[in-house]
T-cell receptor, first 111, second 115 residues
Framework: ELKVEQNPLFLSMQEGKNYTIYCNYS?????LYWYRQDPGKSLESLFV?????AVKQEGRLMASLDTKARLSTLHITAAVHDLSATYFC???????????FGEGTQLTVNP | GAGVSQSPRYKVTKRGQDVALRCDPISGHVSLYWYRQALGQGPEFLTYFNYEAQQDKSGLPNDRFSAERPEGSISTLTIQRTEQRDSAMYRC?????????????FGPGTRLTVL
């Protein structure tokens, strides 16, 4: 059974600082997703990582995947308040199938 | 373009009643997924379809839960004899295999409250 763990679960950081969210998964996975969820809203797709060593960047967020270590990271550079949200990683066992989500990391960026 | 839509957005029902939740996927999307999300948790898989065929229903909690997608487009998740523990946000997602790396696009959800 595929299990996904994120840490930290809660992250409070100051604007302008850098930080990394970690996502570990327990068994072989075809691909790894990162989603963002604002309070009371749905999930917004951020990144899809398809292969070992994949790195994707969008603005102040950069995601990477190490399939050998079964680890994905979401790095935040020079955080701004607008990044405050809950971030979920999700692993997919085989393409086109169910996603298994982590518990989410609730990020708060303080001025 | 239009995203995934769900209805109703909110549903309050009494214990023991049946409820039907509807999902309208993005036009042309082959795969449709149902998830349940408790407050403060990540979504939990329930079931999914490719076209009208139910591919995996292993996440349905018990036989009170069922889903269908008879024409390969709109899907209905039905919960019979609702119980208070069924209260949650029910989310639908859709994807197109091979397009956007099978990204699942989520709808706004239906908030179900069982009194």
């Amino acid at each position: 059974e595929l299990k996904v763990e994120q840490n930290p679960l809660f992250l409070s950081m100051q604007e302008g600082k850098n930080y990394t969210i970690y996502c570990n998964y327990s068994t072989t996975s075809d691909r790894l997703y990162w989603y963002r969820q604002d309070p009371g809203k749905s999930l917004e797709s951020l990144f899809v990582l398809l292969s070992n060593g994949a790195v994707k960047q969008e603005g102040r967020l950069m995601a990477s995947l190490d399939t050998k270590a079964r680890l994905s990271t979401l790095h935040i550079t020079a955080a701004v308040h607008d990044l405050s949200a809950t971030y979920f990683c999700a692993a997919e066992e085989t393409s086109g199938s169910r996603l298994t989500f982590g518990e989410g990391t609730q990020l708060t960026v303080n001025p | 373009g239009a995203g995934v839509s769900q209805s109703p957005r909110y549903k309050v029902t009494k214990r023991g009643q049946d409820v039907a939740l509807r999902c309208d996927p993005i036009s042309g999307h082959v795969s449709l997924y149902w998830y349940r999300q408790a407050l403060g948790q990540g979504p939990e898989f329930l079931t999914y379809f490719n076209y009208e065929a139910q591919q995996d229903k292993s996440g349905l909690p018990n036989d009170r839960f069922s889903a269908e997608r008879p024409e390969g487009s709109i899907s209905t998740l039905t919960i019979q004899r609702t119980e208070q523990r069924d209260s949650a946000m029910y989310r639908c997602a859709s994807s197109f295999p091979g397009r956007g790396a099978d990204t699942q696009y989520f709808g706004p959800g239906t908030r179900l409250t069982v009194l």
